[in-house]
């Protein structure tokens, strides 16, 4: 039986997952009880043919299509595939240091952890704006500090671009939601979250470890106030789907009243990081710290979304 699956799910990045795999697939040389599984997610572009010239060397490395769009379909396509024990997922426009699957491999044979993730640090493949700080895409500067951990019920949990977790578990939560997630071009978030909240409550082990890396591709435009607030928005939207919060007026009021809290914080750092002496902290840090308020936007309009689904579900 296999071990390990490393999953790769992809849509229109053939560059960017020659890349991943050019730095994936010389890991796995020597190593049995070991496939990678490519889950093209409808791309239109050369994914077919980077995966077919690359298998003539790799024999571990399959191809597979997902022709239901969407992050969350591509991972549970992937999950029904899966033959083995475990299932690691790596985003596509990514890539693993050398000793990645070296270190998952520790982590799984730990038997400490039923479910892990690592870091993901930037990667500014074609450029990074003078501005723009390191601390914007990366999960190190809010995940525990310690080098490896089991998650307590405080902690953040981990990204969805570099985890691993036992197939058995997972499908015993139902793998991620289709309600979840990037489809295509259109943005969503936190698909992994709620399969990790889902394992949390049954009791899974939950892990971290910092030497788990990866490198995550950080476009030009993700480098805007635009796209800061964009992003607060759809996690804000998402955040009854993600947490599975029923939109109660106690609910509703506890949650609106914590987002706005933290964003009246975070301005009162922003304008006092502004007018800090020697800090290259500027105005357009300032706004895309701020993007904070547009969170508290996404969570109204999400509750509505979700209020009125549940209101439909219970008349059918």
């Known amino acids: 039986m296999i071990n390990l699956t490393i999953a790769v799910c992809t849509y229109n990045r053939s560059e960017f997952l020659e890349i991943c795999l050019q730095h994936l697939l010389p890991q796995t040389k020597g190593i049995e009880s070991l496939r990678i599984l490519i889950v093209d997610n409808n791309s239109n572009d050369t994914t077919r043919e980077v995966v077919q010239n690359l298998q003539t060397e790799y024999k571990t490395l399959e191809y597979s299509l997902c022709t239901i769009q969407g992050l969350s379909h591509a991972r549970n396509h992937a999950l029904s595939q899966c033959d083995s024990v475990w299932l690691s997922f790596l985003d596509d426009d990514a890539y693993p240091v050398d000793n990645w699957l070296e270190t998952n491999i520790k982590l799984i044979n730990s038997g400490s952890y039923d479910a892990f993730g690592g870091l993901y640090l930037p990667w500014y493949f074609v450029g990074k704006k003078d501005w723009f700080l390191e601390t914007y895409e990366t999960n190190s500067s809010f995940m525990p500090?310690?080098?490896?951990?089991?998650?307590?019920?405080?902690?953040?949990?981990?990204?969805?671009?570099?985890?691993?977790?036992?197939?058995?578990?997972?499908?015993?939560?139902?793998?991620?939601?289709?309600?979840?997630?990037?489809?295509?071009?259109?943005?969503?978030?936190?698909?992994?979250?709620?399969?990790?909240?889902?394992?949390?409550?049954?009791?899974?082990?939950?892990?971290?470890?910092?030497?788990?890396?990866?490198?995550?591709?950080?476009?030009?435009?993700?480098?805007?106030?635009?796209?800061?607030?964009?992003?607060?928005?759809?996690?804000?939207?998402?955040?009854?789907?993600?947490?599975?919060?029923?939109?109660?007026?106690?609910?509703?009021?506890?949650?609106?009243?914590?987002?706005?809290?933290?964003?009246?914080?975070?301005?009162?750092?922003?304008?006092?990081?502004?007018?800090?002496?020697?800090?290259?902290?500027?105005?357009?840090?300032?706004?895309?710290?701020?993007?904070?308020?547009?969170?508290?936007?996404?969570?109204?309009?999400?509750?509505?979304?979700?209020?009125?689904?549940?209101?439909?579900?219970?008349?059918?």
């Not at 993700?222 to 607030?229: D, E, I, L, R, Y």
């Not at 964009?230 to 914590?258: E, S």
């Open 145 to 316: 500090v310690v080098e490896e951990k089991q998650l307590a019920p405080s902690d953040p949990y981990f990204s969805g671009g570099n985890c691993t977790f036992n197939v058995s578990l997972l499908k015993s939560v139902g793998g991620f939601s289709p309600l979840l997630g990037m489809n295509g071009n259109s943005m969503g978030y936190g698909e992994e979250v709620a399969a990790q909240r889902a394992l949390a409550i049954k009791g899974a082990r939950l892990g971290f470890s910092r030497n788990l890396i990866i490198y995550h591709y950080v476009p030009m435009h993700k480098q805007t106030v635009t796209w800061a607030w964009r992003r607060a928005y759809n996690i804000g939207r998402d955040f009854w789907f993600i947490w599975d919060k029923p939109v109660t007026k106690k609910n509703f009021r506890f949650y609106i009243t914590k987002k706005v809290k933290k964003s009246y914080k975070q301005l009162k750092v922003s304008i006092n990081n502004v007018y800090e002496t020697n800090s290259d902290y500027g105005m357009k840090n300032l706004f895309y710290d701020l993007s904070t308020w547009a969170g508290v936007l996404g969570l109204i309009i999400g509750a509505s979304e979700r209020y009125s689904r549940d209101k439909k579900q219970a008349v059918e």
